[in-house]
């Protein structure tokens, strides 16, 4: 069976919920998902392997992206484990940590990203949404000890609407980019969110 999806000017995160849809309704098949930016692009991908199937891009041009994802219970995508992370996710909303005075939460959010390096185990996910996203972006300390994380397999997020709104798509060091969905499917199915 074929399912074609045109989901091009929707905004995040309807390409991946749609998505979605036509994935559950199907049991073998093939789904092609047109798409118009790479953000909505890599969330699909993404999408395709928490559910286990194979995924492709099989056309890009300057506005339009298809990609292929095939389901059925030929496809097996292995799923990494790390035994040494919790099944946990850290939220944090701001490139700040705390209320009061900008300077102190700066020096802050930096002592709290560097200590989650030096205490085990670690979460599983670390999302970043609102100014967050300067954290995976453009502050150099910060990166630095999220790319140690990410090397020992904690997933870095950062909200591609949140990286679109200040100017920061293009800047991404760490992680990858994410969707609402996502961020909702995370903190749903894991054991623990913490905000900060």
């Known amino acids: 069976m074929l399912v ?5 000017g929707l905004a995040c995160p309807k390409p991946v919920i749609n998505t979605k849809k036509e994935l559950d309704k199907l049991e073998n098949g093939i789904v092609l998902v047109t798409v118009d930016n790479a953000i909505a692009r890599e969330n699909i991908l ?13 056309k890009e ?3 339009l992206i298809v990609l292929e994802i ?3 219970k030929d496809v097996i995508i292995e799923n990494k484990k790390n035994e040494e992370l919790e099944d946990k996710c850290i939220f944090i909303s701001s490139d700040k940590m705390g209320q009061g005075n900008d ?3 700066d020096v802050l959010i930096k002592g709290f990203i560097y200590t989650l390096t030096e205490v085990k185990p670690y ?11 300067n954290l995976t ?4 300390a910060t990166i630095e000890n999220l790319k140690i994380l990410e090397e020992c397999g904690v997933e870095i997020l950062s909200c591609g609407t949140c990286l679109d709104y200040y100017g920061l798509k293009e800047s991404l060091e760490v992680g990858c980019v994410t969707n609402m969905y996502n961020i909702v499917d ?3 199915n894991t054991s623990q969110t913490i905000s900060i």
Request: with cysteine; net charge positive; glycine share 4%.
């Open 70 to 72: 095939k389901k059925g």
């Open 61 to 63: 041009e300057k506005d």
């Open 103 to 105: 300077e102190l939460g």
């Open 186 to 188: 995370i903190m749903k």
């Open 137 to 140: 972006a453009k502050n150099k």
């Open 123 to 133: 979460p599983k996910h670390i999302v970043f949404v609102n100014s967050a996203v």
């Open 46 to 58: 993404k999408l395709s392997k928490s559910l286990n199937c194979e995924a492709s891009t099989i």
């Open 4 to 8: 074609e999806i045109d989901a091009r």
